[in-house]
């Protein structure tokens, strides 16, 4: 059973535990299945809903990224208590909470399936002046290849929320030096919501000493939920058996 911000699980089977952090405007349900995964491999998983998503736009236009962040952080921390290493893994938005992580904190690795820190779209130039006259725009949500397929997603983007957004991008590229963790990235070559240019400036800007993209070609800006996703999951699981810290020896009597 995926544990949310509102129930711990009963037992931590491996000692290690893994945050996963959904993506602006998303929700749990893009990460749960990566969040299945990791739990049948017998890792401790938290998938928090962050603040102002998985209900309305008006609700998400009274959040900020000091809230998203502060859960993804106490999820973290709460892992850290209880677990002998801890990974955060991050969708698009998501994947900037998890780097900002990795500025502040220490953990043993981030994976990022497209990971949004910029933006070329020069519309975001207008949103000073659209977020006064309008509370949001076309939704960005639902961008999958595979037919049929719903992260359950916000239908319009909240403008408030997303001048939030570009705060936190911000901060985080101002710290990626910060970064030391290991680092995987899954960059999707069809990507209708981030451009290529937010993972190479990870990769231009962090210390990590392991950072390593793999590119998807079959699927689209939500790969968790796509055509690719089982792929990620796997790559993921021995991601962790490489960077996770040993088991401590036990000798016997």
Not at 58 to 80: G, H, I, K, M, Q
């Amino acid at each position: 059973m995926v544990a949310d911000r509102r129930k711990a699980p009963l037992v931590d089977a491996s000692g290690v535990g893994v945050v996963l952090c959904h993506g602006f405007t998303g929700s749990p349900v893009s990460m749960r299945p990566w969040a299945d995964a990791l739990t049948a491999a017998g890792h401790t998983v938290r998938l928090p809903t962050l603040p102002g998503h998985g209900g309305s736009v008006a609700e998400a236009n009274l959040s900020a990224w000091p809230d998203w962040f502060a859960v993804v952080e106490r999820a973290y921390l709460d892992l850290t208590e209880q677990c002998r290493s801890v990974f955060v893994f991050g969708l698009s938005m998501g994947g900037a909470l998890a780097l900002r992580i990795a500025e502040v904190h220490d953990p043993a690795g981030l994976v990022l399936v497209n990971p949004a820190v910029a933006s070329s779209d020069r519309r975001l130039l207008l949103l000073p002046f659209l977020r006064r006259v309008r509370a949001s725009s076309r939704g960005i949500a639902g961008d999958i290849a595979r037919p049929g397929v719903s992260e359950a997603g916000l239908a319009r983007t909240p403008h408030h929320a997303l001048a939030s957004m570009l705060r936190l991008w911000s901060v985080v590229r101002g710290d990626l030096g910060e970064v030391t963790a290991p680092i995987l990235i899954f960059r999707s070559e069809q990507d209708h919501v981030v451009g290529p240019e937010s993972a190479d400036i990870i990769r231009a800007n962090v210390s990590s000493s392991v950072v390593t993209t793999t590119v998807l070609t079959r699927s689209f800006h939500v790969a968790t939920l796509d055509y690719e996703a089982d792929e990620i999951f796997a790559a993921s699981l021995a991601f962790i058996d490489r960077y996770a810290a040993p088991l401590p020896n036990v000798r016997s009597a």
